[in-house]
């Protein structure tokens, strides 16, 4: 018979044992609470990340938008306008990437404009206490005057205000030194000389789309509004009819010089190279040049 007890004897484990499991627990429980609380929940690290792909989007599109305005001279009327618009990466970052709705373009000037998205989240600290992103790079070895550009943001609907970072020199043009193909060799309100703008956006390059006045001459000159005898710099080029000889009209500080009857249009041939003439307007009234 056996024993009252019977059967077979339970081992215990040690209570120091037990003691030492239960800590390790504890500490792998607070570790992830720790994790949760100092990085958030899942959902909200994605929108975090998220965030961050709205800017790096914005901040390419910025790139993208400065470097067409240094190559052609004026800003895109939309973001569709831009010669990357084919490429897979300009594709991408023209659209959230969560809602796939497309970033707000618009310009408010000459020389800014406005990109726009929705964050979840306002902008992410680092341990300094530095906004995260960093500032974007300037994507030519020309662009030394970089200013800093705050990428800061709240949460919500947001716009940047933005300016245009020039990452080159301007071409300028002359009779020996035309545009490329493409192009037209233009004098702008107020320029001091004549520069390469898109072929046919002169009036969207002298900032009056709406209401402005081309003279045919080499270089054309551009004028904002209507051309009086006090104001308004429009100066051409005009043949006289008889002798052939070649003469610039028209107003310039005020300084008007108007044609008779024996002086017409001259009308440029499509092909100016080798044109020996221009008409500048200067301070005291409308210059030929030769």
């Known amino acids: 018979m056996g024993s009252a007890t019977g059967g077979e004897k339970r081992l215990k484990r040690p209570d120091g044992l ?48 400065d470097a067409h305005y240094s190559r052609v001279g004026v800003l895109p009327e939309n973001l569709t306008d831009l010669e990357l618009g084919g490429t897979e990466q300009f594709t991408d970052a023209v659209s959230d990437p969560v809602t796939g709705d497309r970033y707000d373009y618009r310009t408010t000037g000459q020389l800014s404009y ?54 080159g020199i301007p071409d300028v043009c002359s009779v020996v030194d035309p545009c490329p193909f493409g192009q037209t060799c233009a004098v702008l309100p107020g320029s001091p000389g004549a520069v390469c703008v898109p072929e046919g956006k002169e009036c969207l390059a002298a900032g009056c789309p709406e209401d402005c006045r081309i003279a ?56 100016n190279l080798g044109i020996p003439y221009a008409c500048y307007p200067t301070p005291d009234g409308c210059a030929l040049a030769q």
């Open 18 to 65: 037990r003691i030492f499991v239960g800590l390790v627990i504890i500490m792998v429980a607070t570790a992830v609470v720790a994790g949760l609380y100092l990085s958030g929940s899942p959902s909200k690290e994605r929108e975090r990340r998220s965030d961050r792909e709205r800017v790096s989007d914005l901040q390419y599109l910025a790139t993208t938008i």
């Open 114 to 167: 406005e990109l726009c998205g929705r964050f979840d989240h306002p902008s992410e600290k680092d341990e300094e206490g530095r906004y995260y992103p960093p500032e974007p790079r300037p994507v030519s070895p020309l662009g030394t005057d970089v200013k800093i550009r705050d990428w800061t943001h709240p949460a919500g609907d947001f716009c940047f205000g933005l300016e245009v970072q020039r990452y």
């Open 216 to 271: 045919e001459s080499y270089p054309v000159q551009v004028s904002c509004g209507q051309e009086n005898d006090t104001g308004g710099d429009s100066c051409h080029l005009r043949r006289h009819v008889r002798t052939g000889e070649i003469g610039c009209f028209g107003c310039s500080e005020g300084v008007c010089r108007r044609p008779d009857a024996d002086w017409e249009v001259y009308e440029l041939p499509e092909d």
